[in-house]
């Protein structure tokens, strides 16, 4: 059974660096395949993806946060962590961790989320 658990401050001030991690257990992260991703979504919002970490280490990030977001993992604690800078109250949000699985059909490779933390709700004030 996958679990994945965002933990990090509820509350972070404007201009600071939010932080979050995501600890994962029932799979390793360096598991081939798999894309261990940062979504959020602000009230009143759709869903934001921001970026992932894949399983040999490289990050990807949405263009519109690329400046001031870095995705990085501790392979050593099965974890992951989204480090978001320059935050304003836009950026408050709930952050959900989440598991993007290579799969094949059909000639066809497909990309399903199969694993969700239970998300992590981040307020931006002073």
């Known amino acids: 059974q996958v679990q994945l658990q965002e933990s990090g401050p509820g509350l972070v001030k404007p201009s600071q660096t939010l932080s979050l991690t995501c600890t994962v257990s029932?799979?390793?992260?360096?598991?081939?395949?798999?894309?261990w991703s940062w979504i959020r979504q602000s009230p009143g919002k759709g869903l934001e993806w921001i970026g992932y970490i894949d399983y040999i280490g490289g990050a990807h990030v949405n263009p519109s946060l690329k400046s001031r977001t870095n995705i990085s993992r501790d392979t050593s604690a099965n974890q992951f962590t989204l480090q978001l800078g320059s935050v304003t109250p836009e950026d408050a949000a709930v952050y959900y961790c989440?598991?993007?699985?290579?799969?094949?059909?059909?000639?066809?490779?497909?990309?399903?989320?199969?694993?969700w933390g239970q998300g992590a709700q981040v307020t931006v004030s002073s």
């Open positions: 989440a598991r993007l699985i290579r799969t094949y059909s059909s000639g066809i490779y497909y990309y399903p989320y199969d694993y």
């Open positions: 029932g799979a390793p992260i360096t598991t081939q395949y798999y894309y």
